[in-house]
């Protein structure tokens, strides 16, 4: 009885997973903007770090209790929070493709967050007019770079969120503008997480040590 030859698998057809193709762009975006979320996390991980050294060195200048208004500071964290939520109706919006909520949820966190910072900057104007300048003391060089640093982050939220509206405007709600929308609304929420922490350790802890 003669062998028969069997075939072999075709191998050729078969194509290594490694060469299956580069990542969608969508979820490139999406790693790289949550890797620059983590790396934003550390950098105010290390800035709480430096006040919690730092806060008790006043040089015998104010201290916390002496400068901090917590009527403002709640004006403050109120108005931040409520633009979460705004915040969050504005995603909804985007999702349901309503491109008039989305302008209207827009701006009215952009209003809240506008406010935040004008009474932000309201309170350095007055503690710098009492003497209370970041060169006063260690104390008050970690507030200032603390606090200005997450105020810097919210005017650039605001920036952002002015530049993507544009682009509704003008390409209305597409898949990669959608993206970007979603890419803010989390950065908006970490912003919103990290003022808690923010508040609680140098506002209420400084008021009540």
Known sequence: ???????????????????????????????????????????????????????????????????????????????????SYTCGLMSLSIEARRQLGTYFWAAVTFALGAAFVALELSEFAGMIARGATPQRSAFLSSFFTLVGCHGLHVTAGLVWLAFMMLQVNLRGLRDNVKRRLQCFALFWHALDIIWVWLFTVVYLMGVHP
Not at 5 to 22: H, I, V
Not at 29 to 35: D, H, P, Q
């Open 1 to 83: 009885m003669n062998d028969i030859a069997l075939p072999l698998p075709a191998m050729a057809d078969k194509a290594p997973a490694s060469e299956a193709g580069p990542a969608a762009k969508r979820i490139v975006v999406a790693f790289g903007f949550w890797v620059f979320l983590l790396s934003d996390i550390v950098m105010f991980s290390a800035l709480f770090a430096a006040y919690a050294v730092l806060v008790r060195n006043t040089a015998d200048g104010p201290s916390g209790d002496q400068l901090f208004s917590q009527t403002s500071v709640a004006v403050e964290t109120a108005c931040l929070l409520v633009s």
